[in-house]
């Protein structure tokens, strides 16, 4: 089992910047694809961006494809979410998603296990 703590949300102006991270815990976090979701007010959960285990893969929804990028750090059990040029519609609560033994996924079904989510304002 793996349990996964996000950080980093926040309010920020348009045109701004953030980094979300993901904590992960246990020995197997360098087994699990990861990925990034967002659910803004009203609407449907939505995936954002998937990387591999290995982190020599990724994949992203093409609403921030260019802006936003994802990463991992296997020696700290961390992904990274990396947000930039951030507008108003990308607030949103943001969750981190692992899947064992997967490859990257856009789907969240393919996700076993979910942090608690962050929440991202950007305001215009």
């Known amino acids: 089992q793996v349990q996964l703590v996000e950080s980093g949300g926040g309010l920020v102006q348009a045109g701004g910047s953030l980094r979300l991270s993901c904590a992960a815990s246990?020995?197997?976090?360098?087994?699990?694809?990861m990925g990034w979701f967002r659910q803004a007010p009203g609407k449907e959960r939505e995936f954002v961006a998937a990387i591999d285990w290995s982190g020599g893969s990724t994949y992203y929804a093409d609403s921030v494809k260019g802006r936003f990028t994802i990463s991992r750090d296997n020696a700290k059990n961390t992904v990274y979410l990396q947000m930039n040029s951030l507008k108003p519609e990308d607030t949103a609560v943001y969750y981190c998603?692992?899947?064992?033994?997967?490859?990257?996924?856009?789907?969240?079904?393919?996700?076993?296990?979910w942090g608690q989510g962050t929440k991202v304002t950007v305001s215009s």
């Open positions: 246990g020995r197997t976090f360098s087994s699990y694809a």
């Open positions: 998603a692992a899947s064992r033994y997967g490859p990257i996924a856009n789907l969240d079904a393919a996700y076993g296990h």
